[in-house]
């Protein structure tokens, strides 16, 4: 099995920043896309950033320009750097990893379990 555990989250000021991490571990041969997603109260889970095994990335018209993933594959984590924080970005984010794990296997998703960013006065 794979475990995605992020981190990094916390409360921050409208402006400030934040950055967040997430480590995969457990049986990894290798990791296809990875990902941050973001889901507020009352709302559905949404995509916030995306980065290919390649290093291409895909971002949310909400946080380009603000927000900024990355990847260490020699630490299999994934990062999200959140810049110009906005109380809109309020809500739990969540790390995403596209993971297979032996030759042969199939591909598959796996989720980490959230960390909460809120931006307040």
């Known amino acids: 099995q794979v475990q995605l555990v992020e981190s990094g989250g916390g409360v921050v000021q409208p402006g400030g920043s934040l950055k967040l991490s997430c480590a995969a571990s457990g049986r990894i041969l290798l990791i296809y896309d990875m990902g941050w997603y973001r889901q507020a109260p009352g709302n559905q889970r949404e995509l916030v950033a995306q980065i290919s095994i390649t290093g291409n990335t895909n971002y949310a018209d909400s946080v380009k320009g603000r927000f900024t993933i990355s990847r260490d594959d020699a630490k299999n984590t994934v990062y999200l750097e959140m810049n110009s924080l906005k109380p809109e970005d309020t809500a739990v984010y969540y790390c995403?990893?596209?993971?297979?794990?032996?030759?042969?296997?199939?591909?598959?998703?796996?989720w980490g379990q959230g960390t909460e960013v809120t931006v307040s006065q």
């Open positions: 995403s990893a596209n993971v297979k794990m032996q030759v042969g296997s199939q591909r598959y998703d796996y």
